[in-house]
């Protein structure tokens, strides 16, 4: 049974019951709801909260480009000068907060240049020339800290605003409270090169929301989707199936009467016979233009380059197509098994891989929606879990650092070209307008038109929301 | 309650309400006061009527103070906005409130509103409340349903009521609510309907077409109940309801997080539970079990299998989430684990969200936070530790046979080894020379063997430091001067071993005399042969390989004595914190290790691999940095060690050392010191050499050394050795220098190999991850706000005050667990019963009588049938707490029996089915759809228990224990799939397999697109389409019409009418010309009959319960 979407938030109210077409007429063409409505368990337990804006929403698509490992904070968005005098000398602190004190390690400096661009004038280092190039189009946060330098935990709480596992992904809440725009596409997609952050697909999962609302994952090589492609390889073969089950099952719906779940099943399959074409359709990036093609780097020498920005290409049609949330992640080339960015060793050779990979793609996708109209309905993010710390044990190597790291944005209703919050002059700790990942999801969820406090879920005898009791809208980014 | 109310209150309907009255709050007007009541509030009023202020000593930031009024008397009635002062005030009749302004209409048409609807208030999530007011929970404990007692001494049937209304109890109260809304209950269900019900309910598989047709044919009165009866007794059933449980528990067999460790021996406690409802184990005793399975005084045996059913119950504690971090630097790491443990515990016994209390007093229900620490207190009081399952007498014949057999090796061996020492002055002398440069003698080159004067020349060549070594003072001796030389080094070793006895003593304080004091308060587990510390001279046969025994100890424990396939752990009393280090004097190989494990982090980082036969010193450094944290250390075999397999590249082990079945280890004896450094060899082995005065030359200092030799294998032979005899053949056999081969003699050679062959026959050890009790126990402070690095007062570790009625705690030596689990397992508790009968319910009919099975809180929702739900909770006791006699009495009602074809006017005005107006349809779950689909294909494989089969996997990621598993999970049932943390298995997830994170009573039932094209196209559905359509070519089903029957009946459980007849033939011709099969020989088409399999497999009836 479904709640009616508008009475949800008080803790013990009795859901209104609805009837299937209710809902469906209440969903519009909304993939999420459509599903949603079909759940048939009676979901006493978990109530279903409001799937309603609160807000004007300044964006409809979130692309979320996830930097797993641990992207450093001082070697892309944040420089620092007095590392570079500071290169080589003893660090006589405390490594982590709680940690026991350190010996022998030493400031490490940016083996990276640092330069201003665009008008904005915002510092980018020579790691990333093409999003340099665009700096005017975001909005980088300097000031980011995070619970945990441990990557399981600081990749689910980046990704469900809890250190353990069992709790909705960012992506699965926005299907949730929105629906994806198109029935034949899921309204949540990874998009991934085979690897899995740290956490696991439980940072991608629904948690306890209804399944619907966790990630497909897509891959970027190979066959892309789980079960999508037609295991009848004659299509006639598969319509015959199709068409005789359509007359066996309106039979059976017949035979108990009605029942909105069954009859909801059965629609299942018109739109998962229609998903077989549309899904392949979709990522199918022959139809682009060459000059697009080249735009992302699909001409690459680099494999790895070659399939991220695949992923970034296929990123634009997803969401032009409909589907709220994507996320990209990194191929694991230079991590090993803790993330691509976790450069505890060979800090230059695998930030420079992982930005070459990585930087055409994601510049090309915010130059391609800007001249496509769409940035100013697409919020793309750029996080990672935590940053990198200023020192190491040895030169050319930086271990995780929560008290600081940076993320950027760019899309509707923010302050392009601007730079919000400061790290202290050795980027150890975020110190001006110090930002929680509550913060960010609060804002991601803002600019969706959705209010953090408001978006709850039942479940386990509360009103679960994504934030918990924490975040604030980051009101300093907004335009 | 009465029903009406009940139903009044699911249709959202405003309750009547008698002023004055505090009403139970309906939840739509709770809804309606927060969103349009509480603003206005805050808003307007507060400021001047709030905790600040108080104009006309009034306040409007509590229902009670509205009730109370000011000083112009109280400011609402409940029931009245006419007279409500407060209402007048806004709508400015005499007073005019807010001050300076006017509500908008629509503002004081709310607050009228809400006062005519009763001024319902949730005044106990009051968000700035940080303590719920005083009475509070007197109020709910006195006035919410679930926490009053159970009538047990009333009559569970109302017989007046049963004559009117029906035969059966669950007709009755069924039958009264549909009579109230207007309802009947539908017509009975055809028998064909309801075998196919009855077994999926009850086994999770579909029925056979041959028990169908019995079923069917069988008119006698007697049918139903047989039928039930024979489901009930198959071993089926306990699969089936054993996975229902375990959604509860949150089953998962990897640990998540990190390196997704193996949650070890998982399974064992999956197979206890399917035991456990096949056997009719009562409930209550398995609820002693998961509290407190360890602690029984009588636990339960299973003699057959040899398990310790009780101890495997305290499983349930042990399957969350767990990572490998010390929980010290970051302290939530560890309260998250326990939070975890309390969530489950409180939701699954007792429908309560205890861990809602973790950071404040729960908003809802009567549960203070100190309720939460004194649970969180009886937890982290018992150790989280590797058990053993196995009962005590498991492997008993064999272990009695080697025992048999060791003397004999023992006296075979020595007899050999003293006919060697004669020789042992010329070895000793011939090496020396040969040592020295001087020629051989030339009978020494015919009569002795090469390699062992080798062994003896490399003893003297390296000159090992040290005052212990044995030939020590003969290196010292070597000169002219032996006399003087002598005297000088029995001065120096007289006084140095003063000088180390006397620093030994000052500086080492024993930790437990292993040796000779029981264990010394060190606590062992496992199979091994740890009922006691082994004398000296205790030694190991060796298992393969040519050598006979692997060594000889001195006094200790020693868990290879009989076999390194038994497995044990022993484990240190909490370790006190006034010495910097501990140190241990071990043994141990194959993989056997040492383990810290500081607050219950039990998958700690702070572990080493033994790998020495002789014995040796670990100084292992205390946690003197953390003064109140428990702190122990840990010998352990590889079975009984949490962290193997560990993740790759941790130890530097094959594969084959981790699949081996052996793993050892030793412990003579253990101390605590603050010296950077262990205690010293006290020398007294060599007090021997310097009794006598000197020798008169080397030849004699020889033959000394020979005859102590002698000497302790005469009493090693008689088992009288001491820890010095021992000393001297742990030598000898440490350095080649007595022959150590296993077919040195035929006897040897007879009397090892059976030895060996017997040892071969002990099975793995039956380890798991369970709890242990210690030690005394000890309390935990209240974490305020859920902070563990600001503790506050500590409160009395125990259960919670709802049920006991105290605050002060279990008395018990202990956690408590036992005292805690009586409390729970007891029907004078108002839930367990109530919260069991729920979720039996729930099952057979697909949704609970309280839908919230987790929460039978102020939160969760209201029971449909509240009378109904006492009485089946009051029975349930009174049958002895039988799960199997509860399911057959809901079975045996009209109400389940009745068809599922909805009634007309049911569908208009219960279109959710609340009443049960008809039986509910529902999609069966991932688990039974799996299943389903290898019994329709003749697959399935019905071997039960043992290791979980992986879940196939597109990519498989073995670092993380993700590995590949069968396609077809071999034929298993899916509840022998194992349960991964970060990936389960694909298929099962599609279909709402529960993320094994927190209790889940209630699964979802989602409908998505991704289940169409699981069933379309997942290589598993395809898979088992082929193997149905070989089975059914290889049948020889003469016609198409006669296959299809065939089909349907194994699928559906009947038979096909005539225009699915018609409709199906049609199909089968139709894929037959597309896959261009020969018309003729359609029948032999195994392309066609898979795709027509493929198609059933796809149909709805086929995956719904109906």
Redesign the interface.
């Known amino acids: 049974?479904s709640h009616h979407p508008s009475?949800s938030?008080?803790?013990?109210?009795?859901?209104?019951?609805l009837?299937r077409r209710d809902v469906l007429k209440y969903a519009s063409n909304g993939f999420g709801l459509m599903?949603l409505s079909?759940?048939?368990?009676?979901?006493?337990?978990?109530g279903l909260a409001a799937p309603t804006l609160h807000f004007k929403p300044k964006v409809k698509n979130v692309i979320f480009c996830f930097m797993p490992g641990g992207a450093s904070h001082v070697d892309t968005f944040d420089p620092k000068p007095k590392l570079t005098e500071l290169d080589g000398k003893p660090f006589d602190g405390f490594y982590?907060v709680?940690?026991k004190k350190e010996i022998n390690r030493k400031w490490v400096k940016s083996p990276w240049e640092f330069k201003q661009h665009g008008q904005s004038g915002i510092w980018v280092s020579d790691l990333f020339p093409n999003v340099a190039g665009c700096v005017d189009d975001i909005t980088v946060i300097r000031s980011m800290v995070s619970g945990?330098p441990?990557?399981?935990?600081a990749n689910l709480l980046m990704h469900t605003g809890r250190?353990?596992?069992?709790f909705p992904s960012l992506g699965s809440w926005v299907n949730y409270a929105l629906g994806s725009e198109n029935k034949n596409l899921?309204g949540y997609v990874l998009l991934h090169a085979?690897a899995?952050p740290?956490?696991?697909?439980?940072n991608f999962?629904n948690?306890?929301l209804?399944?619907?609302y966790q990630a497909?994952p897509m891959q970027a090589d190979g066959k892309p989707v789980?079960?999508?492609?037609?295991?009848?390889k004659?299509p006639?073969?598969?319509r015959?199936?199709l068409d005789?089950?359509l007359?066996?099952?309106r039979?059976?719906?017949q035979?108990?009467?009605?029942?909105d779940?069954?009859e909801?099943?059965?629609e299942?399959?018109e739109?998962?016979y229609k998903?077989?074409s549309v899904v392949p359709d979709v990522l199918n990036l022959d139809k682009e233009s060459e000059a697009t093609k080249k735009l992302y780097g699909l001409d690459a020498a680099d494999k790895n380059k070659r399939l991220y920005s695949t992923q970034c290409l296929r990123a634009r049609r997803l969401i032009e197509s409909g589907v709220r949330f994507v996320e990209i992640t990194c191929p694991e080339v230079y991590g090993g098994?803790n993330g691509t960015w976790d450069q505890h060793t060979e800090l230059k050779k695998g930030h420079e891989g992982n930005a070459l990979i990585t930087d055409q793609g994601i510049a090309a996708l915010l130059k391609d929606l800007k001249s496509r109209g769409l940035l100013q309905e697409t919020l793309i993010v750029w996080a990672t879990e935590f940053g990198r710390t200023p020192h190491g044990p040895k030169p050319d190597c930086r271990d995780h650092h929560e008290t600081a790291f940076t993320v950027w944005m760019a899309g509707g209703g923010l302050k392009s070209g601007t730079v919000y919050g400061a790290t202290d002059d050795v980027g150890m700790r975020s110190v001006e307008n110090v930002t929680e990942v509550f913060d960010l999801h609060a804002t991601i969820l803002q600019l969706l038109g959705l209010d953090h406090k408001k978006l709850t879920y039942r479940f386990?005898?509360?009103d679960v929301s994504l934030t918990d009791v924490h975040g604030n809208v980051i009101k300093g980014i907004l335009a | 309650m009465p029903i009406l109310v009940t139903l009044s209150t699911l249709l959202a309907m405003a309750l009547p309400v008698v002023a004055g009255e505090d009403p139970k709050p309906d939840p739509s007007s709770l809804e309606f006061f927060e969103k349009q009541v509480r603003p206005l509030l805050v808003k307007q009023c507060i400021s001047c009527h709030g905790e600040a202020q108080q104009f006309s000593s009034l306040r409007v930031d509590s229902r009670e103070a509205l009730l109370k009024g000011g000083n112009r008397g109280p400011a609402i009635i409940p029931g009245d906005a006419n007279l409500s002062l407060f209402a007048k005030a806004v709508r400015h009749e005499g007073l005019k409130m807010p001050m300076g302004s006017k509500l908008a209409p629509e503002e004081i048409a709310a607050i009228e509103k809400w006062i005519n609807l009763g001024a319902p208030w949730p005044s106990a999530t009051a968000a700035s409340v940080a303590a719920p007011a005083a009475g509070f929970y007197e109020k709910i404990k006195k006035e919410h349903w679930a926490f009053q007692p159970l009538a047990m001494n009333r009559p569970p049937l109302d017989k007046a009521a049963l004559q009117e209304g029906g035969t059966h109890v669950v007709d009755h109260h069924i039958r009264a609510a549909l009579k109230q809304a207007g309802l009947k209950s539908a017509e009975p269900a055809d028998r064909q309907t309801l075998i196919r019900r009855l077994s999926l309910v009850l086994t999770g598989l579909p029925p056979t077409p041959l028990e169908v047709d019995l079923f069917v044919r069988d008119a006698s009165p007697g049918a139903y109940p047989r039928l039930v009866d024979r489901l009930l007794a198959s071993p089926q059933f306990g699969e089936r309801w054993a996975r229902h449980w375990m959604d509860v528990m949150r089953f998962a067999e990897t640990f998540g997080n990190d390196w997704n460790y193996e949650i070890k021996g998982a399974w064992l406690y999956r197979d206890y539970l399917i035991r456990a409802f096949n056997q009719e184990v009562p409930y209550d005793q398995l609820v002693r079990e998961h509290l407190a399975g360890d602690l029984l005084p009588k636990p339960r045996l299973n003699t057959q299998e040899g398990i310790n059913e009780s101890v495997i119950g305290t499983s349930f504690v042990r399957l969350g989430e767990l990572g490998h971090d010390d929980c010290i630097r970051f302290r939530q790491i560890r309260t998250d684990v326990v939070d975890n443990q309390i969530d489950t515990l409180g939701k699954a016994f007792q429908g309560l969200t205890v861990a809602c209390a973790r950071c404040h007093d729960h908003k809802l229900d009567p549960i203070p936070t100190s309720d939460y620490y004194a649970l969180y207190g009886a937890l982290t009081s018992s150790r989280m530790v590797m058990r053993n399952a196995d009962t005590p007498d498991v492997h008993a014949a064999p272990k009695q046979r080697l025992r048999e057999l060791k003397p004999l090796i023992r006296s075979e061996l020595a007899k050999q080894w003293l006919q060697e020492t004669t020789l042992m002055p010329r070895y000793l002398m011939a090496a020396h020379r040969a040592w020295k440069g001087l020629p051989p003698k030339p009978q020494d080159l015919t009569e002795l063997s090469l390699d062992r004067i080798q062994s003896w020349l490399a003893l003297l060549e390296k000159q090992r430091p040290g005052m212990e070594e044995p030939l020590y003072p003969w290196i010292q001796s070597s000169g002219s001067e032996l006399a003087q030389e002598w005297a000088r080094l029995q001065s120096r070793y007289a006084e140095e071993t003063r000088d180390r006895v006397a620093n030994n003593r000052e500086k080492f304080r024993p930790f437990g005399d292993l040796a000779r004091d029981g264990f010394g308060g060190w606590h062992a587990d496992g199979n091994a042969s740890l009922d006691g510390p082994s004398p000296s001279g205790e030694f190991a046969v060796s298992n393969t390989g040519p050598a006979a025994v692997t060594g000889v100890f001195p006094a200790g424990i020693y868990t290879h004595v009989l076999s390194e396939r038994l497995d044990a752990a022993l484990r240190s009393p909490l370790v006190p914190k006034d010495k910097k280090f501990l140190s241990l004097q071990v043994v141990g190989g194959r993989m056997g290790a040492w383990r810290t494990i500081l607050d219950n982090c039990m998958l700690s980082e702070d572990y080493q691999l033994l790998d020495s036969d002789s014995p040796h010193w670990l100084k292992i450094p205390n946690r003197v940095d953390q003064p109140t944290l428990p702190f122990y250390v840990e010998l352990v075999t590889k079975g009984s060690n949490p962290r193997i397999p560990d993740r790759p590249g941790r130890l530097k082990v094959t594969q084959a050392q981790i699949d081996s079945p052996y793993s050892y280890f030793g412990i003579a004896r253990a101390f605590l010191h603050d010296a950077d450094e262990s205690p010293q060899d006290e020398l007294s082995h060599l007090a021997p050499l310097f009794a006598g005065g000197a020798p008169a030359n080397l030849d004699d200092l020889a033959k000394r050394y020979a005859s102590i030799v002698r000497r302790s294998l005469d009493r090693w032979v008689l088992d009288q050795s001491t820890d010095e005899d021992a000393r001297w053949i742990g030598w000898l056999l440490e350095n080649g220098l007595i022959t150590n081969l296993f077919n040195q003699t035929p006897r040897l050679q007879e009397l090892i190999e059976e030895y060996r062959l017997v040892e071969s026959s002990i099975a793995a050890p039956q380890t798991f991850n369970g709890l242990a009790d210690l030690e005394a126990g000890y309390d935990f402070p209240v974490l305020p706000a859920g902070d563990a690095e600001h503790p506050g007062k500590i409160v009395p570790r125990g259960f919670l005050e709802l049920i006991t009625g105290t605050q002060e705690g279990v008395k018990a030596f202990g956690s408590g667990r036992l005292e805690i689990a009586d409390l729970i397992a007891s029907p004078s508790n108002p839930l367990t019963a109530r919260v069991m009968a729920n979720r039996i319910w729930l099952h057979v009919f697909g949704r609970g009588i309280v839908p919230t099975a987790d929460n039978f809180g102020v939160y969760g929702e209201q029971p449909s049938h509240p009378e109904l739900l006492d009485a089946l909770a009051v029975q349930f006791v009174r049958d002895g707490w039988s799960v199997k006699k509860q399911i057959r009495f809901l079975l045996m009602s009209q109400t389940f029996q009745q068809s599922s074809q909805a009634p007309p006017e049911a569908l208009a005005s219960d279109s959710q089915n609340r009443l049960l107006s008809y039986y509910p349809v529902r999609r069966l779950e991932g688990e039974s759809i799996r299943d389903a689909i290898l019994a329709v294909s003749g697959r399935l494989d019905r071997t039960m228990y043992g290791p979980s089969i992986q879940p196939y996997r597109e990519e498989p990621k073995d670092y993380r224990k993700l590995h590949q598993g069968p396609l077809d999970g071999n034929g298993r049932r899916s509840i022998y799939i194992k349960v991964t943390r970060h990936e389960g298995s694909r298929f099962l997830d599609t279909f709402d397999f529960p993320n094994p994170t927190v209790a889940r009573g209630n699964r979802d039932t989602t409908n998505v697109p991704a289940q169409a094209l699981a069933l379309l196209n997942d290589p598993f559905v395809l898979d088992q389409a082929g193997v149905w359509a070989d089975n059914l070519i290889k049948a020889q089903a003469p016609t198409v019409e006669s296959r299809l029957d065939s089909m349907f009946r194994t699928a559906l459980g009947r038979l096909p009418d005539d225009a699915e007849h018609a409709r199906f033939a049609e199909l089968a011709k139709e894929l037959a010309s597309l896959h261009k099969a020969d018309s003729e020989k359609i029948l032999e088409s195994r392309e066609v009959w898979k795709d027509m399999a493929h198609a059933i497999f796809n149909l709805k009836e086929f995956i719904y319960l109906h």
């Open positions: 049974m009475e938030q008080c803790p013990g109210c009795a859901p209104r019951s009837s599903a079909a759940l048939m368990s009676d979901k006493g337990y978990a982590q709680g940690a945990f441990l990557h399981p935990r250190n353990t596992g069992g899921p085979g899995v740290p956490g696991g697909l439980e999962s948690g306890f209804p399944a619907t497909t789980v079960n999508i492609e037609p295991a009848d004659d006639q073969i598969q015959a199936k005789v089950l007359q066996e099952d039979r059976f719906l035979s108990i009467r009605r029942n779940a069954v909801s099943a059965i299942n399959y739109m998962a998903m077989q098994n386990g005898g509360r």
